[in-house]
């Protein structure tokens, strides 16, 4: 039986659940340190230099020197960019929080208009109601004016 491996790195995993506020204050501080590291030993290199010490002693210190402090230089870039992606997301929440309020009043101005269609609906309906009703009674009052209109012609005659 072959034992499971994961794919990724538990460090990676680790790394890709940290906070960005979490990784910028780690490669901010480690870049620093790195940096003013490197300068050191890049100093270092040519004081040996500078002292006739042999060529491989002073130039693998220096060359190691100038790795550490562009290593310091990567992650200070690094932590850089956590900042910018911080700040993104920051104003991100920001619109998305105004955009949430937006959408909430709209929702609600649209209920408030709704419910004024509705009643409209209702009145039209309820007039519609009454002209139907209308006629019906003009009806019934011409046929007692009709009625009246006769009654008298036959008073007269009697």
Same mark, same amino acid.
């Given at each position: 039986?072959?034992?499971?491996?994961? !794919?990724?790195?538990?460090?990676?995993?680790?790394?890709?659940?940290?906070?960005?506020?979490?990784?910028? *204050? *780690?490669?901010?501080?480690?870049?620093?340190?790195?940096?003013?590291?490197?300068?050191?030993?890049?100093?270092?290199?040519?004081? !040996?230099?500078?002292?006739?010490?042999?060529?491989?002693?002073?130039?693998?210190?220096?060359?190691?020197? *100038?790795?550490?402090?562009?290593?310091?230089?990567?992650?200070?870039?690094?932590?850089?960019?956590?900042?910018?992606?911080?700040?993104?997301?920051?104003?991100?929440?920001?619109?998305?929080?105004?955009?949430?309020?937006?959408?909430?009043?709209?929702?609600? *101005?649209?209920?408030?208009?709704?419910?004024?269609?509705?009643?409209?609906?209702?009145?039209?309906?309820?007039?519609?109601?009454?002209?139907?009703?209308?006629?019906?009674?003009?009806?019934?009052?011409?046929?007692?004016?009709?009625? !009246?209109?006769?009654?008298?012609?036959?008073?007269?005659?009697?």
């Amino acid at each position: 039986m072959r034992p499971k491996i994961a !794919k990724k790195a538990p460090g990676e995993r680790l790394v890709k659940r940290m906070p960005l506020r979490t990784k910028w *204050l *780690l490669c901010a501080a480690a870049g620093i340190l790195l940096f003013g590291f490197g300068l050191s030993v890049v100093t270092t290199a040519g004081y !040996k230099k500078g002292a006739n010490e042999e060529f491989y002693v002073w130039f693998l210190l220096g060359l190691y020197g *100038l790795i550490i402090t562009n290593l310091g230089l990567v992650s200070l870039g690094q932590a850089v960019r956590f900042r910018v992606l911080m700040d993104i997301n920051k104003k991100m929440n920001k619109q998305e929080k105004e955009l949430a309020k937006q959408i909430k009043k709209l929702n609600h *101005l649209g209920e408030v208009l709704r419910n004024k269609e509705d009643k409209k609906m209702e009145k039209k309906e309820d007039k519609k109601e009454e002209r139907k009703s209308k006629p019906q009674q003009k009806k019934v009052n011409d046929r007692q004016a009709v009625q !009246k209109q006769e009654n008298p012609a036959t008073t007269d005659e009697v």
